[in-house]
Structure formats: structure tokens, C-alpha cells
């Protein structure tokens, strides 16, 4: 059974591709992929925390940091 050629199959599709590129791709590029991988959620941890220590107001940091990483 064929899927239909939608918007939605077409942006899943690309999606797909994107992420199997840097699992099947060549050693180099899935090993710069994985470290910045790493390093960005390292970064950001360290970003978070850096904030909350801060700021004086860990509750109002906690949602902003929210807002911003659901945006």
C-alpha cells in the first residue's frame, strides 16, 4: 500500500533524511554531530544553572527557561 503524497509525509520524509544522514553518513560527519550534540547540552545545563545561581528568583528563571526551550 503507496502513502499518499501529503504535506505531512513530505515534511516526516525530509525529517527522516536529515537524521539518517548523520547516523549513516561518514565518520566524520556523525562524530561532529555527536559532539555537538554533547557540547550543546552541555552548554545548556551549564546555562541553566549559571542563571538560577544568579538570579535571586530561581521559580520566575525556572519558567522563562521553560518558555524559552518550548519556543
Do not use: C
Request: charged letters at 15%; a positive charge; glycine letters at 8%.
Amino acid at each position: 500500500m503507496k502513502f499518499q503524497k501529503t504535506r505531512l509525509n513530505h515534511t516526516l520524509g525530509v525529517i527522516f533524511k536529515y537524521f539518517s544522514d548523520s547516523i549513516y553518513g561518514p565518520w566524520k560527519r556523525r562524530s561532529f554531530g555527536l559532539l555537538s550534540l554533547l557540547l550543546g547540552f552541555y552548554l545548556g545545563s551549564n546555562i541553566t544553572v549559571y542563571y538560577l545561581e544568579k538570579q535571586g528568583q530561581r521559580p520566575l528563571v525556572v519558567l522563562f527557561m521553560l518558555i524559552l526551550l518550548e519556543i
